[in-house]
């Protein structure tokens, strides 16, 4: 990883927080951005658990300078709490759904990632 770092790949975790995610991979990977599981932000706004748990990732990314995506923000209530947690970047159906092939942001991205082949998402 150290080695596609040097190339300037970006360097994700997607579904941070379970299966063999860990913890230790903070300190040994040199990732950019951490893509939380969507199980803790399901009930983030009415489960304290969920929400301490996000709360404190957000908190450690912001510490360790790496980025931090929340997956399947669906609705206000779980937006409002990511941003008073600092966190801005956020994917779900809050915002949109899925893009077709032939959607004009679909269009954007696809002439993105072939301008810019270091960057993946």
Same mark, same amino acid.
């Given at each position: 990883?150290? @080695? &596609?770092?040097?190339? *300037?790949?970006? &360097?994700?975790?997607?579904? /941070?927080?379970?299966? #063999? %995610? %860990?913890?230790?991979?903070?300190?040994?990977? $040199?990732?950019?951005?951490?893509?939380?599981?969507? %199980?803790?932000?399901? +009930?983030?706004?009415?489960?304290? +658990?969920?929400? @301490?748990? =996000? +709360? @404190?990732?957000?908190? &450690?990314? !912001?510490?360790? *300078?790496? *980025?931090? =995506?929340?997956?399947? =923000?669906?609705?206000?209530? !779980?937006?409002?709490? &990511?941003?008073? #947690? *600092?966190?801005? +970047?956020?994917?779900?159906? #809050?915002?949109?759904?899925? /893009?077709? $092939?032939?959607? $004009?942001?679909? =269009?954007?991205?696809? !002439?993105?990632?072939?301008?810019?082949?270091?960057?993946? @998402?």
């Amino acid at each position: 990883m150290h @080695a &596609l770092k040097e190339f *300037g790949i970006t &360097l994700f975790i997607d579904d /941070f927080g379970t299966g #063999y %995610s %860990s913890l230790s991979y903070l300190k040994r990977f $040199p990732f950019d951005w951490l893509k939380i599981d969507r %199980s803790f932000i399901t +009930e983030i706004a009415c489960n304290t +658990e969920d929400a @301490a748990i =996000v +709360e @404190a990732i957000s908190t &450690l990314t !912001q510490n360790l *300078g790496i *980025g931090l =995506v929340a997956e399947d =923000v669906e609705n206000i209530n !779980q937006a409002t709490l &990511l941003k008073e #947690y *600092g966190r801005n +970047e956020m994917q779900g159906y #809050y915002y949109s759904g899925p /893009f077709g $092939p032939n959607h $004009p942001a679909s =269009v954007i991205i696809l !002439q993105y990632s072939l301008m810019s082949p270091t960057k993946i @998402a």
